[in-house]
C-alpha cells in the first residue's frame, strides 16, 4: 500500500534539502547511531533513512549495500506521517506491507519500528528505524531508546546546519571587516564634505527663506559626484545588520542553564540505560540565566552527554552538574568504573572539540559542530583527565546581566 504524502510535503522536502545531506559521504556519528541501535533493540539492521521525493535514501545503514529505495515500497514513507513511534510487529499480517516485495521475498522483512526524525520546526525529515526477518515486539525501554537516539540524529543534521551559518556569517563580516578602512577614509573626506554644503544650505533654507543659487549648485555638483560612495555606505550598513539575522542564526534570549541542562540529561537518559549506565543528575540547584539558543544549546548538550555514554563502557557512571565558578557552569564527569576500566572519552572531546575543531575529520565532527556552536555563546570550555577520577569537562557561559528585581525573581522560581 503506497502511502500518502504528509500535508506539509512541500514544506517537509525543503527542510530536507535545506540540510544539504541527501547523497553525502558515511560519517561515523551517525554510523556508530545506528549500530547503538540495532544492539538496544537487538535487530540485524538499522537505517538512518531520509524520505526523499521518489526515494528513500540511507545515510547510515548496518547493512551498507541497503543505499536506497522507491518511496512506493518504503516502510518509512508510512512512519512519517505519524509524530512518534511506528512499530509493525508482524508485516505479512499488516495490509500496508503485506504485498511489499521486501517482506514477500526470501529472509524479508517482519518486523519493523521506525522512530520519525522530526526537526524543531516539526518536519518529520525520515526516520531512524529497526529491522528484522522475525516477527516480534519491542520493549518500553528499547522503545524510549530509538526514540532518544532518533532526536540525537536529527539535532547532529540541525546543529551542523546551524554550524555552517555562523562560519558564513563570520566570514562576511570578516569581509565587511576588511572594507571597515576604505569606507573610514570615504565618511571622513569626501562623504563630509559634500554632507557639511548639504546641512549648510538647508540651515540658511531655512533660516531665510532664500535659495542660494551658488551654493545650491555647488551642493548639486558634490551630491552628483558622491552618489556612489553614499550608496556604498548604505550598502555596508546594510550588510553588517543582515549579517547575523539569517532563517538559521541563533535566536539568543535570556534562559536558564539549569533548566536547559536538565532537559539534556532526561533526552540522553534512555540510551544510557539501554547500556547500563547511571547518570548522576546534579543540575537541579538554583537558577543561572544566561543568554543563549534554549533550543540550540540543549542540543549541543544532549550531544555532549551522549558523547559521554557512547564512549563510556558499559556500566560506568556519568555525572552532570550545573554551578557557579568565573561563571555559569556546565560540569560533565565521566568517572572511572572500580576495576579501573577508563572511558575513551577524554581523547574524542580534546580533538574534537578543543584542538582546532575545525580541522577534525569525520569521527568527531558533531563534537566539532557543538563545539562551534558554544563559541557562538562565547561559551569557555575546559577539559581535564586524571586517574581515579576520570574526564571533566567544563563549559562556563557568560552571566546574563540582570536587574535586583530579575535576579530575586529568578532565584524565587528557582
Not at 535545506?18 to 540495532?38: G, N, Q, R, T
Not at 518500553?140 to 532518544?148: F, G, I, V
Not at 534512555?270 to 548522576?280: G, N
Request: aromatic share 6%; hydrophobic share 40%; net charge negative.
Amino acid at each position: 500500500m503506497k502511502a500518502p504524502l504528509p500535508d506539509n510535503e512541500i514544506e517537509r522536502l525543503a527542510a530536507l534539502y535545506s540540510l544539504d545531506i541527501l547523497d553525502s559521504p558515511p560519517e561515523k556519528d551517525f554510523d556508530d547511531i545506528v549500530a547503538l541501535a540495532a544492539g538496544v533493540c537487538e535487530t540485524p539492521l538499522s537505517m538512518v533513512s531520509l524520505v526523499d521525493a521518489d526515494r528513500q535514501w540511507a545515510k547510515a545503514s548496518t547493512e551498507p549495500d541497503l543505499v536506497e529505495t522507491p518511496r512506493d515500497l518504503s516502510f518509512c514513507a508510512h512512519a512519517i506521517l505519524g509524530r512518534d513511534l511506528l512499530v509493525v510487529p508482524d508485516a505479512t499480517q499488516d495490509p500496508r506491507f503485506a504485498d511489499n516485495p521486501a517482506v514477500t521475498a526470501t529472509d524479508g522483512t517482519r518486523f519493523y519500528a521506525g522512530a520519525p526524525l522530526m526537526t524543531t520546526d516539526g518536519f518529520a525529515l525520515g526516520t531512524l528505524c529497526v529491522m528484522d526477518t522475525e516477527p516480534r515486539r519491542l520493549a518500553m525501554e528499547q522503545q524510549q531508546a530509538l526514540r532518544a537516539l532518533a532526536r540525537q540524529v536529527t539535532a547532529q543534521l540541525e546543529l551542523r546546519r546551524y554550524a555552517y551559518a555562523l562560519a558564513n556569517t563570520t566570514a562576511r563580516l570578516q569581509e565587511l571587516e576588511r572594507r571597515k578602512d576604505d569606507l573610514a577614509g570615504l565618511v571622513g573626506g569626501e562623504l563630509r564634505s559634500s554632507l557639511r554644503l548639504m546641512s549648510t544650505y538647508l540651515e540658511n533654507l531655512g533660516d531665510t527663506g532664500y535659495h542660494d543659487f551658488e551654493l545650491a549648485d555647488l551642493v548639486g555638483r558634490a551630491t552628483a559626484a558622491h552618489v556612489r560612495g553614499f550608496r556604498e555606505l548604505i550598502d555596508h550598513l546594510t550588510q553588517m545588520a543582515d549579517a547575523g539575522l539569517g532563517g538559521d542564526s541563533l535566536h539568543m534570549r535570556q534562559c536558564d542553564l539549569t533548566r536547559v541542562t536538565q532537559r539534556a540529561v532526561e533526552a540522553v537518559r534512555p540510551i544510557a540505560a539501554s547500556k547500563h549506565i547511571w547518570i548522576l543528575n546534579q543540575a537541579g540547584g538554583p537558577s543561572l540565566p544566561i543568554i543563549a539558543d534554549p533550543v540550540r544549546l540543549e542540543q549541543v548538550l544532549t550531544h555532549l552527554l551522549f558523547a559521554a555514554v557512547k564512549y563510556t563502557p558499559e556500566g560506568g557512571r556519568v555525572r552532570v552538574g550545573t554551578e557557579m565558578e568565573s561563571g555559569p557552569t556546565v560540569r560533565l564527569d565521566d568517572m572511572d568504573l572500580p576495576d579501573g576500566m577508563r572511558p575513551d572519552l577524554f581523547p574524542h572531546l580534546y580533538y574534537g572539540a578543543i584542538a582546532n575543531p575545525a580541522d577534525v575529520p569525520g569521527p568527531d565532527r558533531g563534537l566539532a559542530v557543538a563545539k562551534r556552536i558554544l563559541d557562538a555563546h562565547h561559551a569557555t570550555v575546559a577539559l581535564s583527565d586524571r586517574p581515579g577520577d576520570g574526564t571533566s569537562l567544563h563549559v562556563v557561559f557568560p552571566y546574563a546581566d540582570l536587574t535586583p528585581d530579575e535576579l530575586i525573581r529568578d532565584l524565587a522560581v528557582a
